[in-house]
């Protein structure tokens, strides 16, 4: 009975260590101002909500420097798969517009720039100009992996002629409540790292946890 109690919980710790990592995993990001006003924003990309798509979330983090903006653009690399993507493999909330071209974007849309960082793969535009009638703190979308494909590495392989990786333009910056007639213009300052999803690490846990017992029991059992 313990044996094929020990052999259940190997089967399990098996799958979560060997079969889950390639659909669960995430990485995120803290992005901060290299012009305009000081701003903030974090970034989470994970390849296990949607099969077949990696998955990005980006929102406005006010903690440190208390102010907010309304988010107009998204930009990244993805070589070398570039070429391969179309406007139609992304899809998400208040997405405006995709532009797809090989290290050539630093706009996508009306005052949607990210001048003077250099070139992207990709240039996203959310919502409209302006904060009426969308005030965009937060948004998510999704991008296909092109049949696998495309991982959470290839996001990280290539960053642009000022070393940049991501890249996002916010308008409207301001602290809640003021007039807020800032911009600013953020980008990745440091590395992210992958960081396994809560099911998996409750999986692995219930494991571990069951396994202790277990030894504990043998051990009180034979002394």
Do not use: W
Not at 49 to 71: C, E, H, K, P
Not at 156 to 165: L, P, Q, V
Request: proline share 5%; with cysteine.
């Amino acid at each position: 009975m313990k044996k094929r109690y020990i052999a259940s919980l190997c089967t399990v710790l098996f799958v979560a260590l060997f079969l889950n990592p390639a659909q669960a995993t995430m990485i995120s990001y803290d992005l901060q101002s290299f012009t305009g006003e000081p701003m903030e924003m974090t970034l989470t990309i994970n390849d296990a909500s949607l099969s077949g798509y990696l998955r990005f979330d980006l929102a406005v983090d006010s903690g440190t420097t208390g102010n907010i903006g309304d988010l107009r653009g998204f930009f990244f690399n993805i070589d070398p798969f570039a070429p391969a993507l179309a406007p139609s493999d992304f899809f998400g909330t208040h997405l405006t517009q995709v532009l797809i071209s090989d290290d050539s974007l630093d706009r996508a849309g009306s005052g949607n720039t990210i001048v003077p960082a250099g070139l992207f793969d990709v240039g996203i535009e959310f919502g409209t100009p302006g904060i009426t009638p969308d005030d965009i703190q937060s948004a998510s979308f999704y991008m296909s992996t092109k049949g696998g494909a495309i991982t959470l590495d290839s996001l990280t392989s290539e960053a642009d002629d000022m070393g940049f990786f991501f890249a996002a333009r916010f308008t409207s910056v301001g602290l809640e409540g003021s007039e807020r007639e800032g911009s600013s213009k953020i980008s990745l300052l440091g590395a992210g790292s992958p960081v396994p999803e809560p099911s998996t690490m409750i999986l692995l846990g219930a494991g571990m946890l069951g396994i202790v017992g277990l030894m504990r029991k043998r051990k009180g059992m034979s002394a």
